[in-house]
Nanobody, 122 residues
Framework: VQLQASGGGLVQTGGSLTLSCVVS????????AAWFRQAPGKERELVAA????????FYADSVKGRFTITRNNAQKSAYLKLDSLKPEDTGVYYC????????????????WGQGTLVTVSS
C-alpha cells in the first residue's frame, strides 16, 4: 500500500491549509484513516482520525474546533482541513490507515505515508 500526502506549505498565523492523502495499492474503504504530526524535537502525535464509515471522528484537544478530517472512499482519499493555524501547529503531517476492526482513536496505526511539512510563521 502507498499513502501519498500533500498540501503542506508555509502559512501565516491564522491561515488555512488543506492536506490530502491518496491511497493506492489496496482497498481504502475498510480502513480507519488518521493524521499524525511530528513537531521539531517532539514525538509524533495523533491529531485527528475518522472511522471507515465516516460516522465518527476524533480530534486531539489542541486542534478541536480548528481542524476537520474527512474522507472520500470513492477517491480513496482522506483530507485534513487546518484553520486558524498557530505556530505550534508546525510539523510534518503524516496520514495513516488502520483496519476497521481496531479502535480508530488509538494511535497504533499500521500503514504510513511519507509526510508533508506544515510551517506556520508568527
Amino acid at each position: 500500500v502507498q499513502l501519498q500526502a500533500s498540501g503542506g506549505g508555509l502559512v501565516q498565523t491564522g491561515g488555512s491549509l488543506t492536506l490530502s492523502c491518496v491511497v493506492s495499492g489496496r482497498s481504502f474503504s475498510m480502513y480507519h484513516a488518521a493524521w499524525f504530526r511530528q513537531a521539531p524535537g517532539k514525538e509524533r502525535e495523533l491529531v485527528a482520525a475518522i472511522t471507515w464509515t465516516a460516522d465518527n471522528t476524533f480530534y486531539a484537544d489542541s486542534v478541536k474546533g480548528r481542524f476537520t478530517i474527512t474522507r472520500n472512499n470513492a477517491q480513496k482519499s482522506a483530507y485534513l482541513k487546518l484553520d486558524s493555524l498557530k505556530p505550534e501547529d508546525t510539523g510534518v503531517y503524516y496520514c495513516a490507515l488502520k483496519f476497521w476492526t481496531a479502535p480508530f482513536d488509538q494511535d497504533d496505526y499500521a500503514d504510513w505515508g511519507q509526510g508533508t511539512l506544515v510551517t506556520v510563521s508568527s
